[in-house]
Protein backbone atom coordinates (compact mmCIF):
# COMPACT_ATOMS: atom_id res chain seq x y z
CA UNK A 1 0.00 0.00 0.00
CA UNK A 2 1.18 3.52 -0.94
CA UNK A 3 1.70 6.88 0.49
CA UNK A 4 -0.92 9.50 -0.57
CA UNK A 5 0.21 13.26 -0.35
CA UNK A 6 -3.17 15.63 -0.16
CA UNK A 7 -0.79 18.92 -0.72
CA UNK A 8 2.69 19.96 -1.77
CA UNK A 9 3.45 20.64 1.44
CA UNK A 10 2.95 17.43 2.76
CA UNK A 11 4.61 15.87 0.22
CA UNK A 12 8.15 18.23 0.72
CA UNK A 13 7.88 17.34 4.19
CA UNK A 14 7.43 13.82 4.09
CA UNK A 15 9.51 12.84 7.09
CA UNK A 16 11.43 10.14 4.72
CA UNK A 17 15.15 9.55 5.06
CA UNK A 18 15.89 9.65 1.77
CA UNK A 19 13.42 9.77 -1.66
CA UNK A 20 14.51 7.92 -4.45
CA UNK A 21 13.41 8.45 -7.85
CA UNK A 22 13.29 5.13 -10.40
CA UNK A 23 12.59 6.94 -13.68
CA UNK A 24 15.16 6.62 -16.22
CA UNK A 25 18.07 9.64 -16.32
CA UNK A 26 15.60 11.70 -18.93
CA UNK A 27 12.85 11.52 -17.13
CA UNK A 28 14.71 12.29 -13.71
CA UNK A 29 16.61 15.35 -15.45
CA UNK A 30 13.34 17.23 -16.77
CA UNK A 31 11.45 17.34 -13.35
CA UNK A 32 11.52 15.56 -10.14
CA UNK A 33 10.72 15.77 -6.36
CA UNK A 34 13.01 18.83 -4.62
CA UNK A 35 16.29 16.09 -3.02
CA UNK A 36 15.42 12.80 -4.58
CA UNK A 37 18.33 11.20 -5.84
CA UNK A 38 17.90 9.29 -9.30
CA UNK A 39 18.03 5.25 -9.15
CA UNK A 40 17.07 3.98 -12.57
CA UNK A 41 15.17 0.87 -12.18
CA UNK A 42 15.84 1.35 -15.96
CA UNK A 43 18.05 3.38 -18.44
CA UNK A 44 17.11 5.35 -21.22
CA UNK A 45 17.40 2.75 -23.39
CA UNK A 46 16.48 0.07 -21.50
CA UNK A 47 12.89 1.86 -20.93
CA UNK A 48 12.91 2.38 -24.91
CA UNK A 49 13.45 -1.08 -25.45
CA UNK A 50 11.20 -2.21 -23.11
CA UNK A 51 8.71 -0.18 -24.12
CA UNK A 52 9.03 -1.19 -27.95
CA UNK A 53 8.66 -5.09 -27.23
CA UNK A 54 5.41 -3.90 -24.73
CA UNK A 55 3.77 -2.16 -27.63
CA UNK A 56 5.07 -3.76 -31.11
CA UNK A 57 5.73 -7.24 -29.69
CA UNK A 58 4.23 -8.82 -27.04
CA UNK A 59 3.50 -7.29 -23.42
CA UNK A 60 4.27 -10.81 -21.53
CA UNK A 61 7.59 -10.65 -23.21
CA UNK A 62 8.52 -7.01 -22.26
CA UNK A 63 7.39 -7.51 -18.73
CA UNK A 64 9.99 -10.43 -18.54
CA UNK A 65 12.77 -8.47 -20.10
CA UNK A 66 11.91 -5.49 -18.08
CA UNK A 67 12.00 -7.54 -14.95
CA UNK A 68 15.45 -9.19 -15.47
CA UNK A 69 16.59 -5.35 -16.20
CA UNK A 70 15.09 -3.97 -13.20
CA UNK A 71 16.83 -6.67 -10.76
CA UNK A 72 19.98 -5.67 -12.31
CA UNK A 73 19.88 -2.58 -12.30
CA UNK A 74 18.48 -2.45 -8.43
CA UNK A 75 21.69 -4.87 -7.43
CA UNK A 76 23.72 -2.70 -8.87
CA UNK A 77 22.42 0.36 -6.55
CA UNK A 78 22.57 -2.05 -3.45
CA UNK A 79 26.14 -2.45 -4.19
CA UNK A 80 26.34 1.29 -4.87
CA UNK A 81 25.11 3.88 -3.35
CA UNK A 82 23.19 1.74 -1.19
CA UNK A 83 25.96 0.06 0.03
CA UNK A 84 26.14 2.35 3.47
CA UNK A 85 22.40 2.34 4.48
CA UNK A 86 21.95 0.36 7.95
CA UNK A 87 18.58 -1.28 8.41
CA UNK A 88 17.03 1.85 9.91
CA UNK A 89 17.30 3.73 6.78
CA UNK A 90 13.79 4.58 5.62
CA UNK A 91 13.05 5.71 1.90
CA UNK A 92 10.34 7.17 0.01
CA UNK A 93 10.62 5.57 -3.63
CA UNK A 94 8.41 6.84 -7.10
CA UNK A 95 7.96 5.90 -10.38
CA UNK A 96 6.09 7.83 -13.11
CA UNK A 97 3.05 6.45 -11.78
CA UNK A 98 3.13 3.96 -8.69
CA UNK A 99 3.48 1.01 -10.80
CA UNK A 100 5.63 -1.87 -12.03
CA UNK A 101 8.92 0.24 -11.41
CA UNK A 102 8.55 1.36 -7.77
CA UNK A 103 6.84 -1.67 -7.09
CA UNK A 104 9.99 -4.32 -8.18
CA UNK A 105 12.37 -1.45 -6.44
CA UNK A 106 10.57 -1.27 -3.42
CA UNK A 107 9.74 -5.28 -3.33
CA UNK A 108 13.48 -5.54 -3.11
CA UNK A 109 14.28 -2.90 -0.13
CA UNK A 110 11.50 -4.44 2.50
CA UNK A 111 12.55 -8.08 1.63
CA UNK A 112 15.95 -6.82 2.89
CA UNK A 113 14.02 -5.45 6.09
CA UNK A 114 14.50 -1.65 4.88
CA UNK A 115 11.11 0.09 5.49
CA UNK A 116 10.38 1.96 3.00
CA UNK A 117 7.36 3.10 1.02
CA UNK A 118 6.39 4.00 -2.77
CA UNK A 119 4.32 6.93 -3.25
CA UNK A 120 0.90 6.63 -4.52
CA UNK A 121 0.59 7.77 -8.36
CA UNK A 122 4.14 8.33 -8.47
CA UNK A 123 5.59 11.43 -10.11
CA UNK A 124 2.16 12.08 -11.36
CA UNK A 125 0.58 12.59 -8.06
CA UNK A 126 3.62 15.07 -7.63
CA UNK A 127 2.97 16.71 -10.82
CA UNK A 128 -0.74 16.98 -10.11
CA UNK A 129 0.11 18.69 -7.12
CA UNK A 130 2.35 21.39 -8.97
CA UNK A 131 0.18 21.79 -11.55
CA UNK A 132 -2.65 22.76 -9.02
CA UNK A 133 0.03 25.31 -8.00
CA UNK A 134 0.87 26.78 -11.07
CA UNK A 135 -2.36 26.78 -13.12
CA UNK A 136 -5.15 26.32 -11.18
CA UNK A 137 -5.96 27.47 -7.56
CA UNK A 138 -5.29 31.35 -7.25
CA UNK A 139 -2.04 32.12 -5.22
CA UNK A 140 -2.73 33.31 -1.87
CA UNK A 141 0.53 34.98 -1.16
CA UNK A 142 0.81 39.05 -0.46
CA UNK A 143 2.88 39.72 -3.31
CA UNK A 144 4.99 43.31 -3.54
CA UNK A 145 6.95 43.68 -6.74
CA UNK A 146 10.17 45.09 -6.82
CA UNK A 147 10.44 47.25 -9.35
CA UNK A 148 12.91 49.71 -11.34
CA UNK A 149 14.16 50.40 -14.90
CA UNK A 150 17.33 48.04 -15.73
CA UNK A 151 20.70 48.72 -14.08
CA UNK A 152 18.43 49.67 -10.38
CA UNK A 153 20.01 46.20 -8.70
CA UNK A 154 16.81 44.81 -8.50
CA UNK A 155 18.04 41.20 -7.80
CA UNK A 156 21.10 42.37 -5.69
CA UNK A 157 18.32 43.99 -3.17
CA UNK A 158 16.44 41.00 -3.30
CA UNK A 159 18.81 38.71 -2.31
CA UNK A 160 19.95 41.23 0.53
CA UNK A 161 16.17 41.41 1.68
CA UNK A 162 16.11 37.36 2.18
CA UNK A 163 19.21 38.08 4.43
CA UNK A 164 17.36 40.46 6.38
CA UNK A 165 14.60 37.61 6.93
CA UNK A 166 12.10 39.49 4.53
CA UNK A 167 10.17 36.66 2.53
CA UNK A 168 11.49 36.73 -1.02
CA UNK A 169 11.24 34.68 -4.34
CA UNK A 170 14.22 34.92 -6.53
CA UNK A 171 12.34 33.60 -10.26
CA UNK A 172 15.34 34.47 -12.12
CA UNK A 173 17.71 32.25 -10.13
CA UNK A 174 15.13 29.44 -10.08
CA UNK A 175 14.73 30.23 -14.13
CA UNK A 176 19.09 30.14 -14.26
CA UNK A 177 18.68 33.20 -16.38
CA UNK A 178 19.30 37.16 -15.06
CA UNK A 179 15.98 37.96 -17.68
CA UNK A 180 16.15 39.96 -21.46
CA UNK A 181 17.65 38.63 -24.32
CA UNK A 182 21.21 39.31 -22.87
CA UNK A 183 20.60 37.68 -19.31
CA UNK A 184 21.95 34.01 -20.04
CA UNK A 185 23.81 32.52 -17.04
CA UNK A 186 26.57 29.71 -17.23
CA UNK A 187 24.70 26.54 -17.61
CA UNK A 188 21.05 25.31 -19.42
CA UNK A 189 18.06 26.83 -17.86
CA UNK A 190 15.62 24.50 -16.01
CA UNK A 191 12.87 22.40 -18.41
CA UNK A 192 9.50 24.30 -17.76
CA UNK A 193 8.07 21.47 -15.95
CA UNK A 194 11.05 21.61 -13.76
CA UNK A 195 10.72 25.42 -13.12
CA UNK A 196 7.21 25.30 -12.35
CA UNK A 197 8.17 23.16 -9.36
CA UNK A 198 10.95 25.29 -8.37
CA UNK A 199 8.29 28.20 -8.07
CA UNK A 200 5.58 26.39 -7.17
CA UNK A 201 7.61 24.36 -3.84
CA UNK A 202 9.20 28.10 -3.67
CA UNK A 203 5.58 29.43 -2.38
CA UNK A 204 5.04 26.31 -0.54
CA UNK A 205 7.33 27.34 2.10
CA UNK A 206 6.66 30.68 2.50
CA UNK A 207 4.15 32.26 4.73
CA UNK A 208 1.26 33.39 2.94
CA UNK A 209 0.28 35.86 6.14
CA UNK A 210 3.91 37.75 5.44
CA UNK A 211 4.15 39.76 2.43
CA UNK A 212 6.49 38.47 -0.06
CA UNK A 213 8.56 40.32 -2.09
CA UNK A 214 9.20 39.33 -6.18
CA UNK A 215 11.44 41.23 -8.81
CA UNK A 216 8.92 42.93 -11.45
CA UNK A 217 9.51 40.67 -14.61
CA UNK A 218 8.00 39.82 -17.88
CA UNK A 219 5.93 36.80 -18.31
CA UNK A 220 9.00 35.31 -19.67
CA UNK A 221 12.08 34.65 -18.37
CA UNK A 222 14.25 33.54 -20.49
CA UNK A 223 12.56 30.62 -22.37
CA UNK A 224 10.74 30.17 -18.92
CA UNK A 225 7.24 31.03 -18.78
CA UNK A 226 6.31 32.00 -14.96
CA UNK A 227 2.96 30.10 -13.64
CA UNK A 228 -0.33 31.53 -14.85
CA UNK A 229 -1.32 31.79 -11.47
CA UNK A 230 1.50 33.45 -9.84
CA UNK A 231 1.93 35.69 -13.03
CA UNK A 232 -1.91 36.71 -12.21
CA UNK A 233 -1.29 37.59 -8.84
CA UNK A 234 2.55 39.61 -9.95
CA UNK A 235 0.02 41.82 -12.67
CA UNK A 236 -2.37 42.97 -9.95
CA UNK A 237 0.58 43.04 -7.22
CA UNK A 238 1.48 46.70 -5.75
CA UNK A 239 5.01 47.94 -6.06
CA UNK A 240 8.34 49.42 -4.38
CA UNK A 241 10.35 51.37 -6.97
CA UNK A 242 13.83 52.32 -7.19
CA UNK A 243 15.59 55.17 -9.18
CA UNK A 244 18.82 55.78 -9.96
CA UNK A 245 20.48 58.31 -12.72
CA UNK A 246 21.11 56.91 -15.31
CA UNK A 247 25.02 57.20 -15.22
CA UNK A 248 24.82 54.94 -11.50
CA UNK A 249 22.70 52.43 -13.36
CA UNK A 250 25.40 52.49 -16.22
CA UNK A 251 28.07 51.97 -13.39
CA UNK A 252 26.30 48.96 -11.64
CA UNK A 253 25.36 47.20 -14.71
CA UNK A 254 28.82 47.49 -16.34
CA UNK A 255 30.17 46.12 -13.26
CA UNK A 256 27.80 43.22 -12.92
CA UNK A 257 27.46 42.19 -16.44
CA UNK A 258 31.11 42.47 -17.39
CA UNK A 259 31.07 38.86 -17.56
CA UNK A 260 29.02 39.07 -21.11
CA UNK A 261 30.74 41.47 -22.82
CA UNK A 262 34.10 39.42 -22.43
CA UNK A 263 32.58 37.58 -25.42
CA UNK A 264 32.78 40.06 -28.17
CA UNK A 265 31.50 37.98 -30.85
CA UNK A 266 28.57 36.31 -28.73
CA UNK A 267 27.49 39.86 -27.37
CA UNK A 268 27.50 41.53 -30.61
CA UNK A 269 25.36 38.77 -32.56
CA UNK A 270 22.97 39.21 -29.39
CA UNK A 271 22.79 42.80 -30.24
CA UNK A 272 22.20 42.52 -33.44
CA UNK A 273 19.11 40.64 -32.98
CA UNK A 274 17.65 43.91 -31.52
CA UNK A 275 17.78 45.70 -34.86
CA UNK A 276 14.52 44.81 -36.17
CA UNK A 277 13.27 47.04 -32.97
CA UNK A 278 16.04 49.75 -32.21
CA UNK A 279 16.96 50.01 -36.17
CA UNK A 280 20.68 51.70 -36.88
CA UNK A 281 21.07 52.34 -33.15
CA UNK A 282 22.08 49.10 -32.85
CA UNK A 283 25.40 50.13 -34.87
CA UNK A 284 26.17 52.35 -32.23
CA UNK A 285 26.28 49.96 -29.41
CA UNK A 286 28.05 47.93 -31.79
CA UNK A 287 30.78 51.04 -32.19
CA UNK A 288 30.56 51.23 -28.11
CA UNK A 289 31.72 47.41 -27.86
CA UNK A 290 34.34 47.43 -30.30
CA UNK A 291 35.67 50.60 -28.43
CA UNK A 292 35.01 48.15 -24.64
CA UNK A 293 33.07 51.16 -23.94
CA UNK A 294 31.07 48.97 -21.17
CA UNK A 295 29.38 51.70 -19.53
CA UNK A 296 29.02 53.67 -22.54
CA UNK A 297 27.51 50.89 -24.04
CA UNK A 298 25.35 49.62 -20.77
CA UNK A 299 23.76 53.78 -20.79
CA UNK A 300 22.89 53.36 -24.31
CA UNK A 301 21.28 50.11 -23.91
CA UNK A 302 19.42 51.78 -21.53
CA UNK A 303 18.27 54.79 -22.89
CA UNK A 304 17.64 53.34 -26.25
CA UNK A 305 16.21 50.15 -25.43
CA UNK A 306 15.08 48.99 -21.58
CA UNK A 307 13.92 52.22 -20.55
CA UNK A 308 11.60 52.97 -23.09
CA UNK A 309 10.02 48.69 -23.25
CA UNK A 310 10.19 49.69 -19.20
CA UNK A 311 7.63 52.66 -19.78
CA UNK A 312 5.68 50.38 -22.30
CA UNK A 313 5.39 47.62 -19.86
CA UNK A 314 4.13 49.81 -16.69
CA UNK A 315 1.27 51.90 -18.85
CA UNK A 316 -0.63 48.55 -20.01
CA UNK A 317 -0.61 47.67 -16.06
CA UNK A 318 -1.03 50.59 -13.78
CA UNK A 319 0.48 49.29 -10.72
CA UNK A 320 0.40 51.06 -7.63
CA UNK A 321 3.14 51.84 -5.66
CA UNK A 322 3.67 51.46 -2.07
CA UNK A 323 7.16 53.36 -1.85
CA UNK A 324 9.18 55.11 -4.15
CA UNK A 325 13.27 55.13 -3.24
CA UNK A 326 15.71 57.22 -5.22
CA UNK A 327 19.55 56.60 -4.91
CA UNK A 328 21.98 58.74 -5.86
CA UNK A 329 24.74 55.71 -6.25
CA UNK A 330 24.30 51.96 -5.97
CA UNK A 331 27.75 51.12 -4.19
CA UNK A 332 27.42 48.28 -2.13
CA UNK A 333 26.66 50.18 0.51
CA UNK A 334 24.12 52.07 -0.51
CA UNK A 335 22.73 49.06 -2.20
CA UNK A 336 23.02 47.16 1.47
CA UNK A 337 20.55 50.43 3.17
CA UNK A 338 18.30 50.65 0.09
CA UNK A 339 17.96 47.06 1.34
CA UNK A 340 16.81 48.22 4.58
CA UNK A 341 14.86 51.03 4.22
CA UNK A 342 12.86 48.49 1.86
CA UNK A 343 12.67 46.12 4.75
CA UNK A 344 11.64 48.35 7.09
CA UNK A 345 8.74 49.80 5.12
CA UNK A 346 7.41 46.11 4.92
CA UNK A 347 7.39 45.79 8.49
Not at 170 to 182: Q, V
Request: charged residues 25%; hydrophobic residues 40%; neutral net charge.
Amino acid sequence: MGVSFDTLGEMLNHGYDTVIDVRSPAEFAEDHVPGAINLPALSNSERAEVGTIYVQDDPFKARKIGAALVARNVAAHLQGPLADKDGGWRPLVYCWRGGQRSGSFISILQQIGWRADVVTGGYQTFRGLVHGVAYVRPTSHRLILLDGNTGTGKTDILLRLADLGVQVIDLEGLANHRGSLLGEQAGDQPAQKAFETRVACALATLDPTRPTVVEAESSKIGDRIIPPTLWAAMKSAPRITIDAPLAARAAYLADAYRDLVEDRATFAAKLDILRRHRGKRVDHWLDLLAQDDVEGLAAALMEDHYDPSYRAARARHNPQVLHRFKVADLSQASRQKLAADVAATLG
